[in-house]
């Protein structure tokens, strides 16, 4: 997470929290003591000597002192370190920590720093190619690129072979001007420097003080000066003054602590004509349905407590993006849209077109959700049709449900709007594919990132929101069939499916819910249910009271196993550590709440993981004692004491 501003990104709140801030990956970061090791970090060797005119960068950054950090690659690291500082290596950084403040690092969200280097890296590969300059990234072979060394590359940054060549640490001409509006700590901008070729100069803002100076201070220890700048503003005031053409960053990069919507409007207003938006949002509680009304008043959509929800978040964030960008005439390319961990994060290209924001309402649906057996259905918002060389745009005809849900009776939730065009550009994600897995050395979670991007290539691209196994065989009762028969029978039906990145259980589908019902009826006659013990109006009965149109066929296909899952390759990843969700905003004057942190660790899980040592529960009073329906008496786990204050705390059974 990025900094611990209010909703409006305020400098009234101090201290900085973010997205950099949030918690462990498959591959955590090497955390070293203040006797670490020497400078420079493996990798630096292609970053330039800083000009000794360099200063400071600016916003009230005067405690920042040139030669603060010693830029002789045979003096020691902890020479330079303040008492109570940590260091922290991740990719070709070397970064210094508050250790007093652990929210300005979570190494969790490494995965997220990788990929976006890697998206970056690729935008600026078709950004310059255009100009003629080739991007050089470290440790990949046989790329179409001029290898650039001291010995062929002249002082205008040309090869031998006159083509121009961009490196990284090195600030190009033609490149490409990045903001991270949300910096913390400035970790993702440094490693941009460092690991992303290509970039003309990067902005790394904060509302926080001291959170530029700090910025401020690890691009001096990574020999950034010339090309990483600290900037301590509002971040949506940094971004409105932006607006104009030339101003614009080709780059913006938000990732708050929570939510990112205060921020969009100015965000779609600063990016550059098919510039880079990447935005990240941690508020996953109200985007995955758990307050529908606090969604729609962020992001204009409902959300619906539904197993399709990770995915939904995603469309409920692009349908907000492209909202907002509608109003400035401008409209959205998904590039790479993925939900991962306790977050979801998008990357948008924003072009601008009067003609073609008009398509904007077909491009958002809402979303009919059966609360009886999960069946969904989308409604369009908006009609187009070709006439010719014209397109004629018209109010939508619906609904496309009844009053009742046509299998098991129940009424329907209404959601959204929200996106309903593809999520990704397969073209594009199949370069970053490609320059991941061919130069797997360059990132810590390479073979994440791998398996990722693997499930998404191979994702329906014109199917919204899925069906999980699981789901579906609970509302009837049943056994759950193995995946791959599932998959086979919707096959052998004639209809596509696929497996979503998004839920490890999720069959993308083009069949119809009639079709998937007729399926699951089948498989009930192999692994038949108790019809006594279905009450007459649960869904379960009323499906299973109809008999199947559709045979289905459950003998395994051999085109029924993904690529990925047949390469085992890493795909959903087990929770790297306890307590490893979205970590307690910060307190103001740095660190966390000990109150806050506390309270966090204790409902963790309440629900699912009874406490290890029960002799604690007694410090906590029991509700049900003091409503006079506690009757487990001196078996109770929780204490009977009526001066104990008000808890949430319930009885529960030894």
Known sequence: MESSAGPQGSPAAPTPSGSEDKVADSAPSQLNSTTGPALPPPGLGDSPAPSSEAAPPTSRLEDVQPGSFPLDQDTPLEAVLLAGETVVREGRAVIVFPSANEVFYNPVQEFNRDLTCAVVTEYAREHLAAKGVYVVVPGEEGRLVVNLSEDSEGADGQSEGGAKTATVGQSCEEGLRVLEGLAASGLRSVRFGLEVPGLRSITANDCSARAAALIARNAQLNRLQGLLTASQRDASMLMYEARGRKERYDVIDLDPYGSPAPFLDAAVQAVSEGGLLCVTCTDMAVMAGNSGETCYSKYGSVSIKAKYCHEMALRIILHSVDQRAGVYQRYIEPLLSVSVDFYIRVFVRVHSGQARVKSSASKQALVYNCVGCGSFHLQRMGKKTSQGNHM???????????????????????????????????????????????????????????????????????????????????????????????????????????????????????????????????????????????????????????????????????????????????????????????????????????????????????????????????????????????????????????????????????
């Open 392 to 654: 004629k745009y018209s109010a939508a005809t619906g609904p496309p449900v009844g009053p009742n849900c046509e299998h098991c009776g129940h009424k329907h939730q209404l959601g959204g709007p929200v996106w309903a065009e593809p999520l990704h550009n397969l073209e594009f994600v199949g370069r970053v594919l490609a320059a991941v897995s061919g130069n797997p050395s360059r990132f810590g979670t390479s073979r994440r990132i791998e398996g990722m991007l693997s499930m998404v290539t191979e994702e329906l691209q014109d199917v919204p929101l899925y069906y999980t196994l699981d789901s579906m065989s609970s509302t009837l009762h049943c056994n759950t069939p193995s995946l791959l028969q599932a998959r086979s029978a919707l096959l052998h039906a004639g209809y596509r499916v696929s497996l979503s990145h998004a839920c490890k259980n999720a069959l993308k589908t083009d069949a119809p819910p009639s079709a998937l019902w007729d399926i699951m009826r089948c498989w009930e006659k192999l692994n038949p249910v108790k019809r006594e013990r279905l009450a007459e109006t649960s869904p379960a009965y009323r499906i299973l009271s109809t008999e199947p149109v559709l045979e289905a066929c459950f003998s395994v296909r051999e085109d029924a196993n993904p690529q990925s899952r047949r390469r085992h390759l890493t795909r959903f990843q087990e929770n790297p550590q306890a307590n490893w969700g979205p970590k307690a905003r910060a307190k103001a004057g740095g660190g966390v709440s000990e109150e806050l942190e506390d309270r966090r660790k204790k409902l963790q899980n309440k629900r699912k993981q009874p406490s290890g040592d029960r002799a604690t529960l007694k410090s906590f009073p029991c509700k049900r004692f003091k409503q006079g329906t506690c009757n487990r008496g001196e078996k109770c786990s929780y204490s009977h004491d009526s001066q104990q204050g008000q808890s949430e705390a319930g009885c529960t059974a030894e």
